[in-house]
């Protein structure tokens, strides 16, 4: 089993800048696939990044490229996302996920069988 929390999330204005971290525990850290996904009201839960066990490999949805930045600490068990240049558009909740079982970083939610409870961000304009 594998406990996610999240933190870091709140209220910025366009232009803002927030780090958000996910704490892991439960198993070896370096075991997971880590993901951050959103989801804003009324829509989908999509993929915002994700990030290979030792970090060598990542992916980021076209919207966030060059403005949000996934990283990772296996001695600290926390994978963070710096988000800079934040856009109204970038108003959702944010959740963290492990995947323990998979080969490559996936874009799939059903990829991940472990999330966090998610953590708010709010964008104004």
């Known amino acids: 089993q594998v406990q996610l929390v999240e933190s870091g999330g709140g209220s910025v204005q366009a232009g803002g800048s927030l780090r958000l971290s996910c704490a892991a525990s439960g198993r070896t850290f370096s075991s997971y696939i880590m993901a951050w996904f959103r989801q804003a009201p009324g829509k989908e839960r999509e993929f915002v990044s994700a990030?290979?066990?030792?970090?060598?490999?990542?992916g980021y949805t076209d919207s966030v490229k060059g403005r949000f930045t996934i990283s990772r600490d296996n001695a600290k068990d926390t994978v963070y996302l710096q988000m800079i240049s934040l856009k109204p558009e970038d108003t959702a909740v944010y959740y963290c996920a492990a995947d323990l079982s998979g080969y490559v970083v996936s874009r799939r939610p059903d990829a991940y069988e472990y999330w966090g409870q998610g953590t708010q961000v709010t964008v104004s304009s």
């Open positions: 990030i290979s066990r030792r970090g060598g490999s990542t």
